[in-house]
Structure formats: structure tokens, C-alpha cells
């Protein structure tokens, strides 16, 4: 079984307050979040509208804890300089944002931040095999993008299985994390399965208690 005991946590603001959102980031980084996900989404390639650039910028002085952009966006290769300059630390394409995923990752690379891919629900494992070399990070979505508070999909969990030994085989250091439907609940089936970062919106931002509700999404995990 995958040796990983404890997942990172990567609370996503999309589930903060907007009003408060600096407060919101500093909050949970004061609850011990590891990353701040933060979702861009366009209402193209998501039928959402979030935020872009200049809010990733105005959130960057509330927390030294790395940025996690996932850009649900198409196209992305326009604004990956504007996010990279916002200070994002991880820059996070969708393979089915466009047909250069490869150039968009040189391209984040060149511009000093970490690439990473994320997966829909629909697509398989496979359509990463040839730039796993490239990524730092590989985020499989356990809901179709878009919004929070969805249900988790564990038909996805058999990719997440398969995406763990393809990275083994990579021999690379790469983190495999998991977007949508994350709670105390579907956490561990997600860990158990291979995931070591676990993103989660409302089972974070919707609870009374930011700290108790990041152990809850850690603690249910067997070594
Ligand atoms: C969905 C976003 C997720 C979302 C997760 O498109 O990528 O990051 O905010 O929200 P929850 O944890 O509420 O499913
Ligand atoms: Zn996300």
C-alpha cells in the first residue's frame, strides 16, 4: 500500500468569505493548512465566473504558504505570466484546456513557478503518460469542475490508484492531489488510494472550527 500517512491539506477559498478573504487565507493558515488552493475559473471552460490575477496578488502578502492556482481556464497560455507575477507558486492546467498542454508547461516552468495537470472526471490517467516528466504536481478532480460543495466521486479512485504507480515508475518527486467532495468521510479513500494532498472547500471554510476541521481530513488515515 502507498506509504503516505499524512496528506498535505490545501483549504480552497472558493468556499471563504470574499468579503474577508485575506482574514479567510491567514485563518487557515493559522489552522495548519500546508498550501492555499486557490480556483480561477472563467465561465468558459467552467459555467462559473471566480477571480483572476489581481486577487491571487492582493492575497499574496497574507501568507507565506505556497499558492496552488487552478486554473479552469481556456485558454490558459495568456495569463500563466500574470499568475506567475501574481505569486503563484503552482500553476495548474487542465489537459482538456487546450491541445499544448506540453508548451504550457515549459512555459510555467520558464516563468519560475511549479506546473502541474489536472484530470477531469471523464478523462483517464493515460492522457498524462507523456508529460509526467514535466509536472510537479498532478490533481485528479473527484467532482466536475466548477463549484464547491459537490459530491465526492469514487469512481474516480481507480485513477487515482493508477495515476500513484505511474508516478512510483517516474521515480520522480511529484504530489498527487485530489479536488471536490473531500471531507472527513472520503478523505481516507482518497489517501488510501494514493493521494497525498487533499483539497477540500466547505470542509474547511463552512465549519465553525478551520483547525478541528483540518485534523478531521487527516486523522482518519492508517499508516
Ligand atoms: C471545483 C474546485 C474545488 C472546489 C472544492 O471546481 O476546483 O477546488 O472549491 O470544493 P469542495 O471541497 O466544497 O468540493
Ligand atoms: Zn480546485
Not at 477531469?120 to 467532482?143: F, G, K, Q, R, Y
Request: charged fraction near 20%.
Amino acid at each position: 500500500m502507498h506509504s503516505v500517512t499524512r496528506p498535505l491539506i490545501a483549504p480552497s477559498v472558493l468556499a471563504a468569505d470574499f468579503a474577508r478573504l485575506g482574514e479567510e487565507v491567514q485563518a487557515v493558515a493559522r489552522a495548519g493548512a500546508d498550501w492555499i488552493h486557490l480556483d480561477v475559473m472563467d465561465g468558459h471552460f467552467v459555467p462559473n465566473i471566480s477571480f483572476g490575477p489581481q486577487v491571487v496578488k492582493a492575497l499574496r502578502p497574507y501568507s507565506t504558504l505556497p499558492f496552488d492556482v487552478h486554473l479552469m481556464i481556456e485558454p490558459a497560455d495568456p495569463y500563466l505570466e500574470a499568475f506567475a507575477k501574481a505569486g503563484a507558486d503552482h500553476i495548474l492546467i487542465h489537459i482538456e484546456a487546450g491541445p499544448h498542454a506540453h508548451r504550457s508547461l515549459q512555459h510555467i516552468r520558464a516563468l519560475g513557478a511549479k506546473p502541474g495537470i489536472v484530470l477531469c472526471p471523464a478523462t483517464p490517467p493515460e492522457a498524462v503518460s507523456e508529460i509526467l516528466d514535466m509536472v510537479d504536481v498532478i490533481l485528479v478532480m473527484s467532482v466536475n469542475p466548477g463549484f464547491g460543495g459537490q459530491k465526492f466521486l469514487t469512481s474516480q479512485l481507480p485513477k487515482i490508484r493508477r495515476l500513484r504507480e505511474m508516478i512510483t515508475a517516474t521515480g520522480r518527486d511529484i504530489r498527487l492531489a485530489v479536488d471536490g467532495g473531500i471531507d472527513p468521510k472520503t478523505a481516507p479513500l482518497a489517501v488510501e488510494a494514493g493521494a497525498d494532498v487533499l483539497i477540500a472547500g466547505s470542509a474547511i471554510y463552512a465549519q465553525p472550527d478551520y483547525a478541528a476541521a483540518i485534523d478531521a481530513l487527516r486523522s482518519p488515515v492508517t499508516a
